[in-house]
């Protein structure tokens, strides 16, 4: 009781300034008709945008929505729109693909809200502003178009995205998928997610389903965050009219990094059809307490013939991966140059692994093992710790195929997968109690 009277009283104090000020409540683009609501929910909320909510509550047409509590008003011009907006007091709607671009260009709190996205067109959020949140909410949508391009783009400087709650992020992976993922068959977006966040970024709470390729490039970025997602793609594992008895789905990889730094991957699930988790270039990528579902395992490469070759200082920590082709895995590419230095695995848990528990190689050739392994990626500083579990007993446990003097350092210490056979390690790790039999 005490608090809603101090909170009126502050009320009364504070409303005759803002109407004076800003006579209509904080305005955004409104020319191409994006919706502008005053909204509590913004974690650093000025008084000013406290009482502007409370005010237009009571002066307008309230829509109650979840956890919100917002108001709508009407178009209307202002100049004080980005004050207003930067306060944190504003939220841009968006429910209309048009009205995107100016809503990036004005806004610094966006929400989504059942945003259809049509063929032909990337939801570009590329270029936001400083300190911008975005919210998913609602379902969101992707018409097919047969073309590559990215469906997502997302880039800007200190930024969260978030997912309201019940919210999904749909990508129509089945309009797309074939069988043949990016080996061929319909042209496909290569990636549905370009992650390209700097300063202190955050990707909270989504859940994302249905990508039709690859789901995240994580690329150029660093100091990002990316906590609770689902990635759901286990629609594609079985057959559609175009699959040909293979799982519809392929080379749907959860997350793709490279060329980023101080990244943190975390609280995460992903059920897919190929790697979990890929890193092909950057370092100080931390990948921890994620699920790993369907897919091919925690992987790093492949390694080799790209912009960018060099990986370290990567953990994977505290994870699960189950019903997978590989549990932990280094692959790098025949006749390139590149180095692996310093990745580690300790506290992961697999099952049902159905090819490799543990595998190092490095003969890949048009994104398959030739058998010869070359030497030019260097391969040195690998731990594995407490690495345990089962793979099936058509698996192999363990398989290390190094180019000649190309592999040092090796740590394996309490790893111990077991179920499958005929393991094959043409290196043995310099330290720790690892038998590869
Ligand atoms: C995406 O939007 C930004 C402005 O936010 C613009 O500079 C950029 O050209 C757009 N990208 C594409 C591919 O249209
Ligand atoms: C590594 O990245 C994490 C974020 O995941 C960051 O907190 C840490 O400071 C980075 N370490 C260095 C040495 O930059
Ligand atoms: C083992 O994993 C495969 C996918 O590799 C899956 O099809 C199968 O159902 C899993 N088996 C069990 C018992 O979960
Ligand atoms: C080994 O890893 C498992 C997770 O796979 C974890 O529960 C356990 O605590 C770890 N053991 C040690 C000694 O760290």
Redesign the pocket.
């Given at each position: 009781m005490a608090t809603i009277q101090l909170f009126l009283l502050a009320l009364i104090a504070v409303v005759p300034r803002v109407l004076a000020q800003s006579p209509i409540f904080g305005q955004c683009v409104p020319s191409t008709g994006v919706t502008t609501t005053a909204t509590t929910t913004t974690k650093t909320t000025s008084t000013t945008s406290k009482t502007t909510s409370t005010t237009s509550k009571t002066t307008s047409t309230t829509t109650t929505s979840k956890a919100t509590s917002t108001s709508t008003t009407t178009k209307a011009t202002s100049t004080t729109s980005t004050t207003t907006v930067a306060s944190g007091g504003t939220t841009c709607t968006v429910t209309a693909i048009a009205q995107v671009a100016s809503a990036t260009a004005s806004c610094t709190a966006i929400v989504l809200s059942n945003l259809a996205v049509p063929s032909s067109t990337t939801l570009n959020l590329s270029k936001l502003k400083t300190g911008t949140t975005v919210t998913f909410a609602g379902k969101t949508t992707f018409a097919f178009t047969d073309w590559d391009s990215d469906l997502i783009d997302i880039g800007g400087e200190d930024i969260t995205i978030q997912g309201a709650a019940g919210s999904v992020i749909d990508g129509n992976g089945q309009a797309w998928w074939d069988g043949q993922g990016s080996n061929g068959g319909a042209t496909k977006p290569d990636h549905f997610i370009v992650l390209k966040t700097t300063g202190t970024s955050l990707l909270q709470n989504l859940h994302i389903q249905n990508w039709p390729v690859h789901c995240f490039e994580i690329t150029s970025a660093s100091?990002?965050?990316i906590t609770g997602l689902t990635l759901d793609n286990s629609a594609g594992n079985a057959p559609n009219a175009a699959s040909g008895g293979l799982p519809a789905a392929h080379n749907s990889d959860g997350f793709d990094v490279s060329g980023s730094?101080?990244?943190?991957i975390t609280d995460t699930t992903v059920i897919n059809q190929d790697d979990c988790v890929a890193v092909t270039s950057g370092s100080?990528?931390?990948v921890s307490n994620v699920v790993c579902d369907g897919g091919h395992g925690l992987s790093i490469g492949s390694i080799g013939g790209k912009s960018n070759n060099d990986v370290s200082?990567v953990l994977f920590t505290n994870s699960v991966v189950k019903n997978s082709q590989n549990g932990a895995r280094i692959k790098t590419n025949s006749g390139t140059t590149g180095t692996v230095t310093n990745i580690e695995w300790s506290n992961i848990q697999v099952s049902n692994i159905s090819t490799y528990g543990i595998d190092i190689q490095q003969d890949y050739l048009n994104g398959g093992p030739t058998g010869t392994p070359t030497n030019g990626v260097i391969i040195n500083g690998i731990t594995m710790s407490n690495i345990t579990g089962t793979a099936t007993s058509s698996a192999q446990n363990y398989f290390i195929l190094c180019g000649s003097g190309s592999c040092s350092n090796f740590d394996f210490v309490n790893v111990a997968i077991t179920g499958g056979k005929d393991d094959s390690c043409n290196f043995t790790p310099t330290s720790g109690n690892f038998k590869c039999t």
């Open positions: 100091g990002t965050t730094t101080n990244i943190l100080n990528i931390t200082d």
